[in-house]
């Protein structure tokens, strides 16, 4: 498994942008850089959604149909690091942010289909 840690969560305004970050902070028969990642989100009362995930080599990038066009998900395999470039940033957007590693085989929607969770980031747009 991975040791994943998020950051660069915070209190923004409605139309602001952030950038998150996830980083291995630990490994165990495991590669950062041969595991698809994903991002996904979860609100209070909420299930956890699925936000943004992409492949270990960067050329595939699915995403939510509610950030389509604002956020950007990429990755630094030298640096152990997978990003989440949110724009545009709307009051619904409000959630603790995770960040996990795909194991599953085709469903990268599917929370059940990762592991490795991180602790999270509060994500907080206010109007």
């Known amino acids: 498994q991975l040791q994943l840690v998020e950051s660069g969560g915070g209190l923004v305004q409605a139309g602001d942008s952030l950038r998150l970050s996830c980083t291995v902070s630990?490994?165990?028969?495991?590669?950062?850089?041969?595991?698809?990642m994903g991002w996904f989100r979860q609100a209070p009362g909420k299930d956890r959604d699925f936000v943004a995930c992409?492949?270990?080599?960067?050329?595939?990038?699915f995403y939510a149909d509610s950030v389509k066009g604002r956020f950007a998900v990429s990755r630094d395999n030298a640096e152990n690091t997978v990003y989440l470039q949110m724009n545009s940033l709307k009051v619904e957007d409000t959630a603790v942010y995770y960040c996990?590693?795909?194991?599953?085989?085709?469903?990268?929607?599917?929370?059940?289909?990762?592991?490795?969770w991180g602790q999270g980031t509060q994500v907080t747009v206010s109007s």
């Open positions: 630990a490994a165990s028969g495991r590669h950062f850089s041969s595991s698809a």
């Open positions: 992409i492949s270990w080599n960067s050329e595939y990038r």
């Open positions: 996990a590693a795909f194991i599953g085989q085709n469903g990268y929607s599917n929370p059940a289909e990762y592991d490795s």
